[in-house]
């Protein structure tokens, strides 16, 4: 959500900023929920003893996934599954880690590889539109900053335009991303709960079903916010009209 403290001096309280604080609070809500739910699943040990890279090798090798490879990266909450490279990429704190964290994160990013293997739709889409969407991304925060100061100075509203163009093209690409992450974690609790090897008890199934929920609603927040921005600046640009 950019520029909206300078922008807020020159309009009124609307529906569409209501909303667009609205979401801004349930999303930190909902962060701060994610963050302490996985911090509090890292610390519970998986029963079977594996670390997260090796949860991700065995469900790839379970879905006769041969040429995907596990690797560590850097950072916090860096977990992705890359498709150009088919690599399932985990942070230090997954790869290596014997949690239940660590295993839910691991067969999340697998379930993308499984999805990759069986050409699942929606990430055939997303996957596609990925170039597009991000020189929409580079566009979106500076014609958003120069429209608005166009039009409140100008009344020129061909920039501001263009940036709601591309802020459209993100918040389309956010809610594509929504069902390739719930299928992902679908796919991979499904996994879980038909291997005893890795996870051994039914409630070690749960705090990782709890653990996935959470995750994939910071997807959900993370859609409406845009939404929400887009609206806002559709409202702006109506308004200066």
Not at 52 to 70: H, T, Y
Not at 140 to 158: C, E, H, K, S
Not at 204 to 210: F, P, T, V, Y
């Amino acid at each position: 959500m950019v520029h909206f403290s300078f922008i807020t001096a020159y309009i009124g309280f609307s529906s569409a900023w209501v909303l667009m604080i609205g979401v801004a609070l349930v999303s930190f809500i909902v962060q701060s929920r994610f963050k302490s739910k996985f911090q509090k699943y890292a610390e519970i040990p998986l029963s079977s003893g594996l670390t997260g890279a090796e949860v991700a090798q065995k469900m790839l090798r379970d879905n006769g996934i041969l040429d995907v490879q596990v690797i560590s990266v850097e950072g916090q909450l860096t977990d992705h599954y890359n498709p150009e490279n088919k690599t399932v990429n985990l942070s230090p704190d997954v790869y290596y880690s014997r949690s239940v964290a660590a295993a839910a994160v691991a067969a999340h990013e697998c379930g993308h590889a499984v999805q990759h293997a069986k050409a699942y739709s929606w990430l055939s889409l997303r996957t596609a539109i990925v170039p597009v969407i991000s020189v929409a991304s580079r566009l979106v925060q500076w014609t958003l900053m120069i429209g608005v100061m166009l039009m409140i100075f100008a009344i020129n509203p061909y920039i501001l335009i263009i940036g709601i163009a591309a802020l459209a093209l993100v918040t389309l690409f956010s809610f594509i991303t929504l069902p390739v992450e719930f299928d992902a974690s679908q796919r991979a609790l499904a996994w879980l709960n038909n291997n005893y090897s890795v996870m051994q008890s039914s409630e070690e199934h749960e705090q990782a079903k709890d653990a996935l929920w959470w995750a994939a609603m910071t997807y959900v927040v993370a859609a409406l916010g845009s939404l929400a921005t887009l609206l806002y600046y559709i409202s702006f640009l109506n308004r200066r009209n």
